[in-house]
């Protein structure tokens, strides 16, 4: 099936949530406050969504836009409860360093 | 007079039939809640069931017996031929089991043979039952007593009753559990619980081996019943054959009427159109290329370890003397009258198929000529009385394998009958004998009890008179008849067989009257041993008497059995009472056997030479009783005090150690199975299960994951690198595949 020309092609969609993606990514493996990390994780989140709803539109079936939905809500969930344990992490230790983290080694 | 009830059934066959399975189902009902409710029902109720379970299976036999023997109308058919089987009751409960193309039924049968084994079990075990009433009155342990007795009823009414070798085969493996359990009945002492334990273990080393015939047996018969028609066309026989191959997968190839129809096919006969098949290769199956006759043969060896398990036999007597640690009235009703006859049973039943092997009826011989003789000079120099009747039992036993051997089964039979009432009754009289003088069974510490314990006395006295082979009692005929026929019979391809076990069979015949008469002498007569436990002896109640006094009386009436010549059939010889009755059963394997030219009976030269040869048993017999006498109240007596000759002494000691047969076995079998077992243990179970397998894995895990544990640094952003690695690596590898194509 061919596209309009008047549309975008999915190419764009694509690059522009690997590239998101990759930001968040290395967010996460890079930034050290965790509030940031939470951020890059929903950067990656988001990321996912684009390319969901990028493959939905482009083959014109629903089901994508389901799983973008069950993303975010998900991404929600995750946000209220890693806000949660951040804040008791921050009551307890006065910090949310992920460097200074580290208890849950051998 | 009229005695036409005499000859018609007292009941309707067709309710006999149906009602088979109550026989075997009223000592189980009994055993059930003997077992189970015993403790809280009290003494008197287990007592009062554990009786009235076997008197009714007891009643319900007389009437089945009477139908058998007396009514010629009542025949059942047999699913091998479709005919009528001689004089028989027969019920099939459907199919028991069914596996690939074997089949199993629960089937019962009562032809002559074993309703006369029906007879003796619950006749038998009744009185044994009641006696145990009185012998067991200050024993805490009766209820379990009482359901292990009412248990071996069961079991072994089903291995007389059943139609074919699987069931038969839980009776045995029944009686052989009732037995340990029996055997081991006080099990705190350690030497009784460990004689139970040997008990089961040289019965289970016979039982493997009844279990490999069974498989040869089922192998052999659907290996004829898939062999293709009999090609010369003999129409009425292959008709049957048709019927035959039906059967072997409906009722089964382990029917005894499958297995008898199959004797009568295997030897040269008109039927067969004067094939030989027992030379002939099985075509087909895991057995193809070997003979029929051949496999026969090796069937029977096995059948015969078998036996000599459950009938204490060379070599796997051993465990019968030590059996003797069960309470008395086991003894008399399991290792005397019943249980260790199964063996005997077995063989007679199996006779149409036995018969078709010579070396296999000759080894059946000699075995039980040579344990008659063995156990019978084993008794010379027991003291233990219980122990001296073991041996006894053994040697007897012997006499019937003999019988067996030689193709006398009915002789065989009548022996059985007549050893189950008067060893039965020495067994009883022994338990009286315990009862009266605070279990002490050593001969020495006893005396003088003819004054003390008048009725005992003189039972033990007919019942020893009766082993003993005297003249108008009914052991003397039984044996007899085994060693005339004996010697008249001749085993194809072994025919010294016959005279030669006939010779070793009288001097068993001299022994026993010497044990025996020993035995009677020292505990029975002269003074009161000052060695002994109480001061005076007393006699039993009448629950104990009773039984006693009965057994004494059939072994005496059993006579009428055995005396040869009695019956006149038309155009034969004259045979003896029990011949004629068991003709039904054994005129199959006598037929099988003419065909098969495997036994041939010399015949009698005259009346008188007959009668010659039954006084000289007789004389035999009395020989061994004098020489006892004058041994034990002369010659000993006046001896006393003065040192043994060395030789003697060196005799003795050898006997009294019972030849050390059980010091043979422990050297060579116990110990280098006990070692073998003990290496095992130390290298499969301990080092390759428990250390390799089982703690090694354990070891290897914990330190494979003492090492991996440095990788858990803690560090999230860490672990989220190695799933970015990864996922490049991944997104890489698909790019590549992609790209690449």
Request: aromatic letters at 12%.
């Amino acid at each position: 099936m061919s596209l309009p020309a008047s549309q975008v092609a999915i190419q764009n969609y694509l690059l522009v949530a690997a590239l998101l993606f990759c930001m968040g990514m290395l967010g996460v493996l890079v930034r050290r406050n965790a509030l940031v990390v939470f951020m890059s994780i929903e950067l990656m989140l988001n990321a996912a969504n684009l390319t969901f709803l990028a493959f939905a539109r482009d083959r014109l079936d629903l089901t994508g836009h389901l799983a973008a939905l069950f993303v975010i809500a998900v991404a929600a969930a995750e946000a209220a409860i890693g806000l949660a344990i951040v804040i008791a992490v921050f009551r307890n230790r006065g910090t949310v360093n992920v460097e200074d983290i580290r208890t849950m080694k051998y | 007079m009229d005695t036409s009830w005499l000859t018609k059934a007292w009941a309707d066959p067709r309710a006999l039939s149906a009602s088979l399975w109550l026989i075997i189902a009223l000592p189980a009902l009994g055993a059930l809640v003997c077992g189970v409710l015993g403790k809280a029902l009290g003494r008197t109720y287990v007592n009062l069931l554990a009786c009235a379970t076997v008197l009714g299976s007891f009643v319900l036999s007389v009437f089945v017996f009477q139908a058998v023997a007396a009514d010629s109308s009542v025949f059942a058919l047999s699913p091998a031929s479709g005919t009528a089987i001689r004089f028989a009751l027969a019920g099939d409960w459907g199919t028991w089991f069914s596996a690939g193309g074997f089949t199993a039924h629960f089937g019962l049968l009562v032809d002559h043979l074993s309703a006369t084994m029906l007879m003796v079990v619950t006749g038998v075990g009744f009185l044994i039952h009641l006696y145990s009433t009185g012998y067991m009155e200050h024993d805490e342990g009766y209820w379990r007593f009482f359901a292990y007795l009412n248990l071996f009823m069961a079991m072994m009414l089903t291995l007389v009753l059943a139609d074919n070798l699987v069931l038969l085969f839980v009776g045995w493996e029944g009686v052989g559990l009732c037995s340990y359990l029996l055997v081991g009945y006080y099990y705190t002492d350690e030497a009784k619980a460990w004689a139970g334990r040997k008990a089961f273990v040289a019965n289970r080393v016979g039982d493997f081996a009844f279990l490999m015939a069974m498989m040869l047996i089922v192998l052999t018969v659907t290996a004829y019943a898939q062999s293709p028609a009999n090609s010369t066309p003999v129409t009425a026989w292959q008709q049957r054959k048709a019927i035959w191959t039906r059967a072997v997968s409906d009722p089964g190839p382990l029917n005894f009427q499958v297995l008898e129809e199959f004797a009568r096919v295997l030897p040269p006969s008109a039927v067969t159109a004067n094939k030989n098949l027992l030379e002939a290769n099985i075509p087909s199956g895991p057995l193809a290329g070997y003979t029929y006759g051949g496999t026969l043969t090796v069937i029977f060896f096995l059948l015969l370890l078998g036996a000599t398990g459950k009938s204490a036999q060379l070599p796997l007597y051993v465990w019968l003397p030590d059996a003797m640690a069960g309470p008395t009235p086991v003894s008399a009703l399991i290792h005397a009258a019943t249980m260790v006859t199964a063996g005997v049973y077995l063989l007679c039943r199996m006779s149409p198929l036995l018969v078709l092997c010579p070396a296999a009826m000759a080894t059946v011989a000699v075995v039980g000529a040579v344990t008659a003789l063995f156990a019978a000079l084993i008794a010379f120099a027991q003291d233990d009385m219980k122990k001296i009747l073991a041996y006894s039992t053994i040697s007897q036993l012997g006499y019937m394998f003999l019988g067996v051997g030689v193709g006398i089964f009915w002789a065989a039979i009548l022996h059985l009958v007549t050893h189950a009432c008067f060893k039965g009754c020495l067994f009883l009289s022994a338990g009286s004998v315990m009862h009266g003088n605070a279990d002490e069974l050593d001969i020495k510490r006893l005396g003088g009890l003819r004054k003390e314990m008048p009725w005992t006395t003189a039972c033990f006295g007919i019942a020893t008179l009766t082993i003993t082979g005297i003249v108008p009692l009914s052991g003397f005929f039984s044996k007899d008849d085994i060693l005339d026929g004996a010697l008249h019979a001749r085993i194809a391809g072994a025919p010294w067989v016959g005279p030669w076990v006939y010779a070793i069979g009288m001097v068993g015949a001299v022994a026993t009257a010497f044990y025996m008469s020993r035995l009677y002498l020292l505990a029975f007569t002269g003074e009161r041993s000052k060695q002994a436990k109480v001061p005076h002896a007393h006699e039993s109640g009448w629950v104990m008497v009773a039984p006693l006094v009965i057994l004494a009386a059939l072994s005496v009436i059993l006579v009428t059995h055995g005396i040869p010549g009695v019956i006149q059939r038309p155009g034969g010889p004259p045979v003896t009472v029990m011949e004629e009755f068991l003709k039904p059963v054994f005129d199959l394997p006598a037929g099988v056997a003419r065909e098969a030219e495997s036994l041939h009976e010399v015949p009698a030269s005259s009346t008188p030479v007959t009668v010659l040869l039954y006084v000289f048993g007789w004389l035999v017999a009395l020989v061994g009783g004098a020489a006892a006498l004058v041994l034990y109240k002369r010659v000993f007596p006046a001896r006393a005090g003065r040192p043994v000759p060395a030789l003697l002494a060196g005799i003795r000691s050898f006997t009294v150690n019972k030849f050390y047969v059980d010091e043979l076995y422990d050297a060579f079998i116990y110990r280098p199975i006990k070692w073998l077992a003990i290496g095992l243990f130390r290298v499969v179970d301990e080092f390759i299960i428990d250390t390799l397998a089982v703690r090694g894995t354990a070891w290897v895990t914990a330190r494979i994951g003492s090492i991996l544990r440095y990788l858990q640094t803690g560090d999230a952003q860490a672990y989220a690198a190695v799933m970015a690695v990864g996922l490049l690596v991944g997104v890489g590898y698909a790019l590549f595949q992609v790209l690449a194509r």
